[in-house]
């Protein structure tokens, strides 16, 4: 069964700092591979897709995320945080296109 | 352009009481998705649906859990009646084709008591 892993249920950065936000899954079959952000009141809003095209995939807000088959791994990251980075983040799987199987989500902080 | 909405945002009932949640898709999207977050887990699919027919129902938890989407336009979710578990947010989504991207509305936070 597929299932999605995020590594750490808070982060905390200081603004201009790495972003570096965990996502593995459990697969026997290659998935699409997302992130969405879900700032407060809002709805979940996709930062970026994974669908095989190319490993390192660019986002929205200078977020990007590397696909790693070997390590079943699809980390995002962002080189220097902003203050408008604070929100809650999922990483979600996909095997027929419309079905998300979500992680538990990481909530970022940035600190001033 | 609107994008999705939800309503009410937040609903709090007592147990065995009846609530019915709403989705507005975005103008012209045949697929429709509702999806739920029980507080501390995963955000978990419940039931898609292409137009008014429902394509997969699959993660829907029981039968006190109805969803409807007359005409292919708006879509409602019954929880009837209503038990301390179903207290989560419930999110609705919509896309144009079953490939595209979905957006999401801004959830319900329902609060069984």
């Known amino acids: 069964a597929q299932s999605v892993t995020q590594l750490g249920s808070h982060v905390s950065v200081s603004e201009g700092a790495l972003v570096l936000l965990r996502c593995n899954y459990s697969?026997?079959?290659?998935?699409?591979l997302f992130w969405y952000v879900q700032y407060p009141n809002q709805g979940l809003q996709l930062l970026l897709k994974?669908?095989?095209?190319?490993?390192l995939v660019k986002g929205i807000n200078g977020f990007e995320a590397e696909f790693k088959k070997s390590e079943t791994s699809f980390h995002l990251t962002k080189p220097s945080a902003h203050m408008s980075d604070a929100a809650e983040y999922f990483c979600?799987?996909?095997?027929?296109?419309?079905?998300?199987?979500f992680g538990a989500g990481t909530t970022v902080t940035v600190r001033a | 352009e609107a994008g999705v909405t939800q309503f009410p945002s937040h609903s709090v009932i007592e147990k065995g009481q009846t609530v019915t949640l709403r989705c507005d898709p975005i103008?012209?999207?045949?697929?429709l998705y509702w999806y739920r977050r029980v507080m501390g887990k995963e955000i978990k699919f419940l039931l898609h649906?292409?137009?008014?027919?429902?394509?997969?129902e699959s993660g829907m938890p029981n039968n006190r859990f109805l969803a409807e989407r007359t005409g292919g336009t708006y879509s409602t979710l019954k929880v009837q009646p209503a038990e301390l578990e179903d207290s989560g947010v419930y999110f609705c989504?919509?896309?144009?084709?079953?490939?595209?991207?979905?957006?999401f509305g801004p959830g319900t936070r329902l609060t069984v008591l």
């Open positions: 989504a919509s896309s144009q084709d079953v490939r595209g991207e979905q957006f």
């Open positions: 697969s026997s079959v290659p998935p699409y």
């Open positions: 994974y669908t095989s095209a190319a490993t």
């Open positions: 979600a799987v996909s095997f027929n296109d419309y079905k998300l199987s």
């Open positions: 103008s012209g999207h045949d697929n």
């Open positions: 649906f292409v137009k008014e027919s429902k394509q997969d």
